[in-house]
């Protein structure tokens, strides 16, 4: 079941495990209110110097406790994170949030785990931090919520399911819907991620990571008008990032809007210059339909050192030669081609009238 683990392993493990504070926060120490503002603006190291701070200024707090368990996880402290959870449980059994902490840590100490399976162990322990936490609060959501992506974990995938199902039907979540969706979507269940993903979105449509995704699955199951219109309209209300900028470059690309492809992936290329090879692959075509041949070689020129065993860049990059007068460089491109792919007639058929 290794396929679930490869879907769910960029899924926002950090949003699903981030369970929300816990619901009384009174007023504490100013080093701690600090710290849960840098904390959620994803400044760690200095929230836990903060945390350590207001520990020793209110040890026995469990507020406290919990923030700095959290922030320690974040910056790949897990044991000393571990411990504190469990002598967070320990000393307060009602407290929920510890309970949700432990049971993170266990999952951090799997995610860190060179050998998987015996860090399954770490899973099950999680599992019954969970179930401990269930008895303390049957209808606190998260609780099912980190369930779910336990299970994905273990690859039980109908277990998940029952799990992400039961976190929604207590609280609705955008990060619940998209954990939901990235799971079927490994089991190749598409039209119903895609229902997912798009109530996810409703929940949450300033979310951009989360319309990238939804816009990635539209894309797979053909519908690149609205992939283009998801992030279209996310970009109105927040701009995007490179990732958007290169799923709408796609989506532009297979609807054959070139030149609004051009430009959103010359924003993506801009804002992350070596993320996405194939975005001057799409380039290299782009300009070659626009009649840009120097523009065209410049980028796949880029593609080619970025990702030099793709032979469909090669044979792109010999055409755009070719056309640019330079023989030699296209006879190289292409020969090259057919050495990543035996029997490239394209290829060879350029060859042939050089």
């Not at 396929?3 to 392993?9: Q, R």
């Not at 432990?102 to 899973?123: I, P, Q, W």
């Not at 779910?148 to 207590?170: T, W």
């Amino acid at each position: 079941m290794r396929w679930i683990l490869l879907a769910l392993g960029l899924l926002a493990v950090s949003s699903l495990a981030q369970t929300p504070p816990p619901s009384n926060q009174v007023e504490k120490q100013d080093a701690f209110r600090l710290g849960v503002q840098l904390y959620s603006l994803g400044r760690y190291e200095a929230a836990l110097e903060l945390f350590e701070r207001a520990l020793k200024e209110k040890p026995q707090d469990p507020d406290v406790l919990y923030w700095l368990a959290r922030a320690q996880l974040k910056v790949g402290l897990l044991n000393p994170a571990l411990e504190n959870a469990k002598g967070l449980v320990a000393r307060n059994p009602r407290y929920i949030g510890g309970y949700m902490v432990l049971s993170e840590a266990y999952v951090a100490l799997f995610r860190a785990s060179e050998d998987r399976e015996k860090g399954k162990g770490y899973l099950d322990q999680a599992l019954t931090v969970l179930r401990d936490a269930e008895r303390v609060n049957p209808r606190y959501a998260p609780i099912y919520a980190q369930r779910g992506l336990v299970y994905a974990f273990l690859g039980q995938a109908d277990k998940a399911e029952e799990a992400f199902k039961r976190a929604l039907s207590l609280q609705d979540s955008a990060e619940v819907r998209a954990a939901l969706a990235e799971l079927y979507l490994a089991a190749g269940r598409l039209d119903e991620a895609l229902e997912q993903y798009g109530k996810a979105v409703q929940l949450s449509p300033q979310d951009g990571n989360l319309r990238v995704r939804y816009a990635s699955a539209l894309l797979l199951k053909g519908r690149a008008e609205e992939a283009a219109r998801v992030l279209e309209e996310g970009h109105r209300l927040k701009p995007l990032d490179a990732e958007g900028w290169y799923t709408l470059g796609q989506a532009y690309f297979v609807l054959g809007r070139h030149k609004e492809a051009g430009v959103a992936l010359e924003n993506a290329v801009a804002l992350a210059p070596l993320r996405f090879p194939a975005a001057y692959f799409y380039l290299g075509q782009i300009y070659m339909a626009l009649g840009d041949w120097q523009k065209a070689k410049s980028r796949l020129t880029v593609a080619v050192r970025l990702e030099p065993r793709k032979a469909d860049y090669r044979y792109q990059l010999c055409l755009a030669n070719e056309r640019l007068g330079d023989k030699e460089g296209a006879r190289y491109q292409c020969q090259e081609a057919l050495k990543l792919r035996p029997g490239y007639k394209e290829a060879e058929e350029v060859l042939k009238r050089l």
